[in-house]
């Protein structure tokens, strides 16, 4: 199963981007293989609007079905939610620390959008 992990860099060692829509990349990782590869969502990252629909598509065409990241507005939820896409809120400082909270089950699935559209 893949997951996608909203960061601002290149490893498991880079930040968690609290933003869905307008993180600057995301890191697919792959549970079975203990794998990924990263995707960057520049297109999205100062879009006038639409940036959290664009970054669901994207990640959806990744075959992803689990997204970690610290927030999740009310038009990216949808369109992940319509994708299948299970969505998980975390505080966490790194992607590493995402992920392990994520293995463990230290997560909850969000039931809706935890923020507002167009939040920087």
Known sequence: MKIAITTSGNDLSAPLDPRFGRAPKFLIYD??????????????LNAAQGAGIQSGQNIARQGVKALVTGHCGPKAFRVLQ????KIFNTSAS???????????????????ADVEGHWA
């Open 94 to 112: 790194t992607v590493a620390e995402a992920l392990d909270q994520y293995r463990t089950g230290k997560l909850t699935e969000a039931g809706s």
């Open 82 to 85: 319509a994708a299948g896409i």
């Open 31 to 44: 549970l079975e293989a203990d794998t990924f590869n990263v995707i960057d969502n520049l297109q999205n």
